[in-house]
């Protein structure tokens, strides 16, 4: 079962920030936090992940609460390609046999002109 | 080019049938998967193979069997096909081991649709 919980859809209005919560309470101190999407009839992409410091890259931004229980993922300006379903996954690095991504719900993210 | 390439696309069958899907990745990468996404759009891990062998396998029937025969390749077989079988099927790959931060995500492939009849 996923270990996170999102809201299961948001909107947001192309060029403006998309943040994108995740609830991990249960986390423990060595899970990464790892966020994917899925463009409509695509495979999965990777996003981001951090452990518990804010990283960002070229697409997005992902901010983790001080207690790790929850974080936020921030593309900062949305465009209608953003449009996908954005997954938060709580796994541990995996440093020798690789790992399997437990996908949950996710959240359905709309971006609007 | 392609980093994670499935064939077919598109697979229709009828039930009882047996049919194979074909993975491959020019990445360089140890570690492949195959992940199903049902009708909900729930996408669930069933098998990952790790220099050729075999370590996660999800409780999946034994009517589907992968097979590696080199890094850069992961098939899945599947015999007797049933209904509940119609899904969109995803193959991944990742590099493991210590590094970078690219190192661990895994990148998908554009998925195969099967349509059990």
């Known amino acids: 079962d996923a270990k996170t919980t999102q809201p299961p859809s948001m909107d947001c209005a192309e060029g403006r920030a998309a943040n994108l919560p995740c609830n991990h309470s249960t986390i423990s101190g060595n899970e990464y936090v790892y966020w994917y999407r899925q463009i409509h009839s695509q495979g999965p992409q990777y996003i981001i992940h951090?452990?518990?410091n804010n990283e960002t890259n070229e697409m997005a931004s992902l901010i983790i609460t001080e207690d790790r229980k929850s974080s936020t993922l921030i593309l900062p300006h949305a465009t209608l390609r953003d449009t996908a379903v954005y997954y938060c996954i709580v796994r541990p690095r995996i440093y020798n046999q690789g790992g399997k991504l437990i996908f949950g719900q996710g959240t359905e993210l709309s971006v609007k002109p | 080019d392609t980093a994670v390439s499935q064939t077919p696309k598109y697979l229709v069958t009828q039930m009882g049938n047996d049919k194979s899907i074909k993975c491959e990745q020019n990445?360089?990468?140890?570690?492949m998967y195959w992940y199903k996404q049902d009708s909900k759009k729930f996408l669930k891990i069933m098998f990952s193979y790790n220099n050729k062998e075999l370590i996660i396998n999800e409780t999946v029937p034994n009517r589907f069997s992968p097979k590696s025969p080199d890094k850069a390749h992961l098939n899945l077989h599947i015999n007797s096909l049933e209904l509940g079988d119609s899904a969109v099927y995803f193959c991944a790959s990742s590099q493991v081991g210590s590094g970078g931060p690219s190192y661990n995500e895994q990148f998908f492939g554009p998925g195969t649709r099967l349509t059990v009849l």
């Open positions: 990445l360089g990468h140890d570690t």
């Open positions: 951090g452990l518990k």
